[in-house]
């Protein structure tokens, strides 16, 4: 999101040469020996030793790094969605967990935090006291960046969806995200379902990032049968539970009978109307995201892109500890940190030629051997 010095000396003319003056030798062919210039030396080559390879040295801890981290998460919605913002809470549980070299000892979360606030919340936050700084979405990429070049040594800033020039030394880390290779896998789950080869999918809002999830998502199902048709809903709002169901309510009405849901609290919407559809008897599938959204809906859950972001989060509690903080970017995607979460009672009913193409499709994916399309007018051959 980097060559060889080929040394070959040749050992064949010096035993063919050898061997024509032990010939000559033996036949007495001492007037050639006479008058033949004398013999040079051979030369010796001599190869030092190699002196043995010094072990890496072990990082030193930073004498600037804290004695202990206050989290602060800032959220476009609210930790209930159980999607976008609900992510960070299940990151947060595992890092408290852990046992860190810096210790996290208290945490908060922001809710329904609007991009032109964010600055003023941040600026309060590192008055509380908070020192660790989770800015949870792109729209706030700009404010972050406008309070870190202000805030005090020692106060850090985490930016999920930041762009590599975001990153400061010292200040703030990125992630960013690459959705498309596991929703490929996820595409080839939900083609194996349909029974009308219909498949929809509802997003929040309009962003690269839940495209690009779009893009891998169609590809994965047309890998897995040609003839899959995809309609797209975009229901303008992160937080519309009841748009999101007349989404769905739409879709399924058009013989849609997988969707791929992206749209965080929008999402509970449409998770009801699949569930509704269901208990009346209604083949209808959902697929969820950004994490394993069967903690919502056990049983009517098909499979969610699952992200897992507390390696990521744990990585950087190091970066602080040896003084190496924003230093660089860190990614989560297919095979790090994000996954496809299991299909639970679903399983059955999931075709072994789709398990198994999820199978190698994965493990294509991850050598570089199956690279994922990225552009979904493409993928849909518009």
């Keep these: ?10 050992k064949t003319l010096a035993v063919i040469i050898a061997v024509v003056v032990i010939i000559a030798v033996i036949a007495g062919v001492a007037t050639y020996l006479a008058t033949r210039p004398p013999a040079p030396s051979p030369s010796v080559t001599t190869t030092p030793a190699t002196s043995p390879t010094a072990a890496p040295a072990t990082p030193t801890p930073s004498p600037k790094a804290p004695k202990e981290l206050k989290v602060a998460v800032i959220l476009p919605g609210t930790v209930t969605d159980y999607g976008w913002d609900y992510a960070p809470v299940i990151a947060l549980n595992k890092l408290e967990a852990m046992s860190l070299p810096i210790p996290i000892v208290s945490h908060k979360y922001v809710e329904l935090v609007e991009p032109a606030e964010a600055e003023g919340v941040m600026r309060s936050l590192i008055a509380a006291g908070y020192n660790w700084i989770w800015a949870w979405g792109f729209q706030y990429r700009e404010a972050v960046l406008k309070v870190a070049k202000t805030a005090p040594e020692g106060v850090y800033f985490t930016i999920n969806e930041g762009k590599p020039e975001d990153v400061i030394p010292g200040k703030v880390e990125i992630i960013d995200e690459w959705p498309h290779k596991t929703a490929y896998l996820a595409g080839i789950i939900a083609a194996s379902v349909s029974k009308t080869k219909k498949l929809g999918g509802i997003d929040g809002m309009e962003t690269l990032h839940l495209k690009l999830a779009e893009t891998g998502f169609v590809a994965g199902a047309k890998a897995y049968d040609p003839n899959i048709k995809y309609y797209r809903v975009i229901v303008g709002s992160w937080a519309d539970p009841e748009g999101g169901k007349r989404a769905a309510e739409s879709l399924m009405a058009m013989g849609v009978d997988v969707i791929f849901c992206q749209g965080d609290g929008t999402s509970l919407g449409v998770i009801e109307a699949v569930k509704k559809a269901r208990d009346e008897g209604k083949e209808v599938y959902y697929i969820g995201y950004p994490v394993d959204q069967s903690v919502i809906a056990p049983g009517y859950v098909l499979t969610s892109l699952n992200y897992d972001y507390s390696d990521i989060l744990k990585q950087q509690v190091y970066d602080m500890y040896y003084g190496r903080f924003g230093n660089g970017k860190y990614s989560i995607e297919l095979g790090k940190g994000m996954e496809l979460a299991p299909f639970y009672n679903f399983d059955p009913e999931i075709p072994e030629r789709a398990k198994k193409m ?14 994922v399309p990225t552009e979904l007018e493409k993928v849909l051959g518009k």
């Design 1 to 10: 999101m980097y060559g060889y010095i080929n040394k070959a000396v040749s």
């Design 358 to 371: 999820v199978r190698e499709a994965r493990e294509k994916i991850l050598k570089g051997e199956l690279v």
